[in-house]
């Protein structure tokens, strides 16, 4: 295995709202090697974005706030980062690409400027040469006529040709690591599956890391070497995707595999969809032990005593329940 | 770009029609002969009396008296003052650039505080600095402006005489001299336009930035590494720009008033205190067009202001 | 996007269920924001204090408006006159309180005129789904584009005279300045009440009451009203504000009340010639004017926050 090249270690991010504080974020660990595809999935409102915003310190503060942990990049801690130090390492080593191409571009520049932007900024080119450096990467992410279209606001765009903008522009300054938060989300599914298309030919071209934030289990099945599964702001499992699909251990990991719909299954064995039944708890105050309780088929008493910490279970699965882990921790 | 152009001039028109059938409204409604008055007064010849009558044709249909009353306006004829005896349209004229000069230095110094202490405000929300900003907003606008103007004449020349509080057209001096009284007897009745503009301007300015610097892209900018200052500058201030450039020519009608105001207390000589004088001395010709000529210059500012938000936002000039 | 993540989290928040079933009353929620925005709540004194003396001081200080005294002329407050005493010798502060009573009705009357034509207009352009609407708030526009002053001007300057010959002079200038103040500030509510109609017409509610049948004047007294009152209530703050500073304007320029009739702004007209020897003449009329609209303004901030909930930051 090579070096980690980013290591989130018991990240804690916070926000304060007027009803107390979201623990958004409640001790997360993740570790992201070079080169590699790590997909974070959970539902909606698990931590996941602020997880990936707190990585670049993207979260508004206040009201959020990193409270704990350590973001190492290359072994160097961001958290007490100097903010022009911190934007050296933005776009030029870790990237990001947003979930909304519709809003993440600035409807008064054209998409030329605001791509040559970050080109001129970390690798000091001239004008011309951001310009020319600008062009080739459109045309990197396939949008025709390149030269003339560099030239263009982004309302002439569409959401699709927008997001191949988003991802031109992130790979610009040759990152190491790659932060996709939902990506494809707000995309139509024609324009999904080229998407994820264009960012794996990227990553065999750029070689980077990527991040790949999503609440899609099929999207990281395709795309990922490595899962990490997020609930209510902790890791609850962690295995390479093989592993992940063929033996999922933690109850949540296994009902969130059943709720990806086949449609090969669902022609033949008139099966029904499952969901998991309930909601994301709240994140204020949340009860003690495990955050999925609630939830569970197979809680019992013990769960609600601590917070299951996330243990090797071998062959790098990692798992974060007392079903697995046999018994409470200490 | 065009075409956009061509769009707000047409939408113009319909409303200075609109605003001219108000006027003309009004007008008609009005109890009464508006002429009445002045056979009593003294200064109306009984043929002027008369010429009037017939120019106006008191007794013709209300339609046709609009259309007349509309061709006049149009061809700049707005008749002849009683009180100065001069054509209505010279009075104006002679008026006007003095009134326009005030009302133009005063939005300029307004935008010069307002800009960058909204932006500053903005970018630290409910810091002490913001506080203080909002406070002095509000005690700005709530500050009303005749009554800021007595209290600058109290304090700069009755207390400690520091300037004039009387506004001088005839200065008796040449060069450099004649040019620091201007700006002497000027800067009073500008600050009192500006400390009003720029109270609301900055309150505005705020919200505006707030509603930008928590968008997508300003996200997107961060993410790229541009630092906060380019951050804020280039992909933040640029787009929240965009409402307060038509909140600045939207504030036009209401600063009329307050020049109407400040002219009156520091005694300008501009159309704000012509139109007092002139419904003091019930010289209706003078007062109708006064009311006019500034709603003219209000859809006119529109027009402006149109033009520049198309200037601004590419996605209205090439959408 | 940044933002979004505590709006999203405590979106959750709401949707899940409650562990205590809280009372939940919109108004007392209101009321909890209003109390937090500080300055609104001092604000809520100021203003009380300033009606409260205005209207019930009169009949401690008991001192005639127009009683005059050359003997006393133009001094500076003393225990015989606590406000001082103008060019006639005329008590300030019953001439103050006086004119509180003049000036804060006329505001309030304003207001009220403005919101009425205002909420009709603005519901009317919404309901109406022809070229009714798009031509009201043609209309809207218009008249909010027009130099308020001017026309305001304009106004008093043709009818004056021949209301208070209905109305007598005191009756006439009244019924003229509430008319004119009133009937030019009726936009910003018009365009508030049609956003809300806009807005709420498609909601659950009304497309049920919709479906039960009910008509549409009972849609719009029964359903949607209720709803738009929060930001109607928070444009009628603005403007009784707004409202006392055009009467004392007009007044200012000799163009509203008579000398008999001392609002505030008459008093302010009055003393700006002896602001050399007199400065109290025209300091009292002044801070009053000026605390009242500051007060009223913090008070509409606060009411902001409480009843507009989508614009609190």
Not at chain 3, 77 to 101: I, K, N
Request: with cysteine; hydrophobic share 50%; glycine share 8%.
């Amino acid at each position: 295995m090579s070096e980690p090249l980013l290591e989130i270690r018991d990240l804690k991010t916070h926000f304060a709202t007027d009803n107390g504080i979201v623990r958004a974020v409640d001790g997360v660990d993740i570790t992201i090697r070079r080169g590699e595809t790590v997909g974070v999935v959970g539902e909606s409102g698990c931590g996941k974005t602020v997880t990936a915003m707190s990585v670049l310190k993207l979260i508004a503060m206040p009201p959020g706030r990193i409270v704990d942990g350590q973001i190492l990049w290359q072994g160097r801690d961001l958290i007490p980062l100097e903010a022009d130090e911190l934007d050296d390492i933005r776009a030029k080593d870790i990237a990001m690409v947003f979930q909304e191409p519709m809003t993440s571009l600035n409807p008064v520049y054209t998409i030329g400027e605001q791509i040559a932007e970050g080109l001129r900024r970390h690798e000091k080119l001239s004008r011309r040469a951001a310009l020319e450096r600008t062009v080739e990467m459109l045309r990197l992410v396939q949008i025709a006529n390149a030269e003339k279209r560099v030239h263009d606001y982004p309302h002439q765009f569409s959401g699709g040709m927008r997001q191949r903008v988003m991802i031109a522009m992130a790979l610009s300054c040759s990152p190491k690591l790659l932060i996709a938060d939902e990506p494809t989300t707000a995309l139509d599914v024609t324009i999904q599956a080229q998407i994820l298309e264009l960012l794996a030919d990227m990553k065999a071209r750029f070689g980077m890391a990527v991040m790949l934030i999503t609440h899609a289990m099929g999207v990281v099945a395709e795309t990922a070497q490595r899962v990490v599964v997020m609930y209510a702001g902790r890791v609850i499992e962690e295995a390479p995707v093989d592993e992940l699909f063929a033996n999922p251990r933690h109850p949540y990991t296994q009902g969130l595999i059943r709720s990806i719909p086949h449609i090969d299954r669902a022609a033949t064995t008139k099966k029904r969809l499952e969901a998991i039944p309930g909601v994301v708890p709240r994140l204020i105050d949340p009860a003690p032990g495990c955050r999925f309780a609630p939830r569970c088929r197979f809680a019992m008493p013990a769960c609600r005593l601590a917070t299951p910490a996330l243990r090797d279970v071998g062959g790098g699965h990692k798992v974060a329940c007392i079903l697995e882990t046999g018994g409470l921790p200490q | 770009m065009g075409q956009y152009l061509l769009k707000r001039l047409l939408i113009a028109i319909p409303s200075i029609l609109g605003i001219s059938v108000i006027l003309f409204t009004v007008l008609a409604l009005a109890p009464g002969d508006p002429f009445e008055e002045l056979a009593t007064n003294p200064n109306v010849p009984a043929e002027v009396r008369e010429m009037l009558r017939q120019k106006f044709g008191l007794d013709d249909p209300v339609a046709i008296r609009y259309f007349r009353w509309l061709a006049a306006m149009a061809q700049g004829d707005f008749g002849f003052s009683f009180a100065s005896r001069i054509d209505v349209g010279d009075l104006i004229m002679q008026r006007l650039p003095t009134t326009l000069i005030i009302i133009g230095l005063a939005q300029l110094i307004a935008l010069a505080i307002a800009l960058p202490v909204g932006v500053y405000a903005a970018t630290r929300p409910y810091s002490i600095f913001d506080q203080i900003a909002s406070t002095f907003a509000f005690v700005g606008f709530s500050l009303p402006p005749f009554f800021t103007g007595l209290l600058l004449i109290l304090v700069f020349s009755i207390q400690f005489d520091w300037l004039p509080f009387v506004y001088r057209a005839d200065i008796e001096a040449t060069g450099w001299r004649w040019f620091w009284e201007h700006v002497r007897q000027a800067i009073m009745p500008v600050s009192v336009l500006a400390l009003f503009l720029a109270a609301s301007l900055t309150r505005y300015v705020r919200s505006s930035v707030l509603d930008v610097i928590r968008l997508d892209y300003v996200t997107t900018a961060r993410a790229k590494g541009l630092g906060e200052r380019v951050v804020i500058t280039k992909h933040v201030v640029r787009n929240a720009l965009i409402p307060v450039v038509t909140l600045v020519f939207l504030q036009l009608p209401a600063l009329f008033g307050g020049a109407i105001v400040t002219e009156q207390i520091f005694r300008i000589p501009g159309i704000g205190s012509l139109l007092i004088s002139s419904i003091l001395a019930n010289d209706t010709p003078v007062v109708m067009a006064v009311t006019f000529v500034s709603a003219i210059l209000v859809v006119l500012f529109n027009l402006i202001a149109d033009i520049l938000y198309g200037w601004l936002d590419p996605r209205i000039s090439y959408g | 996007m940044v933002g979004s993540i505590p709006a999203s989290a405590t979106a959750e928040l709401s949707a899940a269920p409650r562990s205590k079933a809280k009372q939940f009353s919109p108004w007392l929620d209101a009321w909890r924001r209003f109390r937090r925005h500080r300055l609104a709540l001092v604000s809520t004194v100021v203003l009380s204090a300033i009606v409260l003396s205005v209207l019930f001081m009169p009949f401690v200080w008991s001192v005639p408006i127009n009683e005059i005294d050359f003997t006393a002329r133009l001094k500076g407050p003393s225990p015989a006159h606590p406000f001082g005493t103008d060019d006639l010798g005329q008590d300030l502060l019953s001439r103050m309180l006086y004119g509180g009573r003049i000036s804060l009705a006329v505001a309030f009357a304003a207001m009220v005129v403005a919101i009425v034509v205002g909420t009709i207009i603005g519901a009317i352009a919404g309901m109406s789904r022809g070229w009714v609407g798009p031509a009201l708030m043609w209309l809207t526009d218009l008249f909010l584009s027009l130099p308020p002053l001017p026309l305001l001007l304009l106004v008093i300057y043709l009818f004056r005279d021949s209301l208070k010959s209905v109305f007598g002079p005191e009756g006439g200038v009244f019924i003229l300045i509430v008319l004119v103040v009133g009937g030019l500030r009726w936009m910003p509510a018009a365009r508030l009440v049609r956003a809300q109609f806009l807005s709420l017409r498609e909601k659950e509610f009304v497309e049920a009451a919709r479906a039960l049948g009910a008509s549409r004047l009972r849609q719009v007294i029964r359903h949607i009203l209720p709803n738009a009152l929060g930001p109607v209530i928070v444009a009628a703050t603005v403007d009784v504000a707004a409202a006392i500073i055009a009467e004392s304007t007009l007044s200012f320029l000799g163009l509203g009340f008579p000398p008999d009739i001392p609002s505030w702004g008459r008093i302010l007209f009055d003393a700006k010639d002896y602001l050399d020897i007199a400065p109290h003449w025209a300091m009292f009329p002044g801070v009053a004017i000026f605390l009242t609209v500051l007060s009223i303004s913090f008070i509409g901030d606060g009411l902001r926050d409480a009843l507009d909930p989508r614009k609190v930051m």
